[in-house]
């Protein structure tokens, strides 16, 4: 990978610092941590349990602020911006595929993706439009009409996939997106998470626990003690 100016990256993390409480003093979780994801690119993180991952992923979502650093989506620099400012990037910019799915029980396939445009305030027709050809393309198109329940959890996972590709988004993240599914369908999820990243030009960091999203890596960082390094075992 050749190195790239931040304007070209929609997604880089710059000297994040994080601490939280620890009893009477403060335990650092992130420190100097510094990434940049090229368009198309796909990242897996790794790290052991309470390693920070999580809380890096919600920084990098825009979901929490980092104590110093910066995340900067796209261009645009977020560590000053309002609430309401990181909240229309997050809308705009961010697609987010959550560990299991968190679709909503009583909307069907095609509706939990409708109402991220509704949410943003987009036209109803040209949702339906879209959430029917996303679905199609993660292979759900015979079951755009059935509810969470009816559903498999690899297929509720294919939702998860294709809502979070609604706003068209520029960067794609996902905390361990497989890790409540079988190996089989884990290799699945992964390989079209990096399908559409890699097909679509979106920087993609994915949070994982299981083996199935570092066969799709193209490259592996690790997050250890707080530091975040590159790992030379995926890709070329
Ligand atoms: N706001 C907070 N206050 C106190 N402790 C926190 C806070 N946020 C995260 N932590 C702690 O930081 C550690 C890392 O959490 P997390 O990011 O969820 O790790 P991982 O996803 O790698 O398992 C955990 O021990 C967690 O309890
Ligand atoms: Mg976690």
Do not use: F
């Amino acid at each position: 990978m050749t190195t790239q100016t931040s304007s070209t990256n929609p997604l880089v993390l710059d000297a994040l610092r994080v601490a939280v409480p620890d009893g009477e003093t403060e335990r650092v979780l992130l420190e100097r941590v510094d990434l940049a994801v090229a368009p198309g690119e796909v990242v897996v993180l790794t790290g052991g349990s309470g390693s920070g991952k999580s809380t890096l992923l919600a920084i990098t979502g825009l979901l929490r602020r980092t104590d110093s650093g910066d995340v900067v989506i796209a261009g645009e620099s977020t560590a000053k911006a309002s609430e309401k400012r990181r909240s229309a990037i997050r809308g705009s910019q961010i697609g987010i595929i959550y560990q299991s799915a968190n679709l909503i029980s009583s909307l069907t396939a095609r509706e939990q993706l409708e109402v991220v445009y509704h949410i943003a305030g987009k036209k109803r027709s040209e949702a339906r439009l879209r959430a029917a050809d996303l679905l199609e393309i993660v292979g759900l198109g015979h079951r755009m009409d059935a509810l969470p329940q009816h559903l498999s959890g690899g297929e509720r996972q294919r939702v998860g996939v294709a809502r979070s590709l609604m706003s068209n988004p520029s960067v794609l993240l996902a905390d361990e997106p497989t890790a409540s599914l079988d190996p089989s369908l884990s290799a699945d999820i992964a390989r079209l998470i990096a399908d559409e990243a890699h097909k679509r030009g979106l920087a993609a960091l994915l949070v994982t626990h299981d083996d199935a999203p570092l066969e799709v890596a193209d490259r592996h960082v690790h997050l250890e003690r707080g530091r975040l390094s590159e790992l030379a075992d995926v890709g070329n």
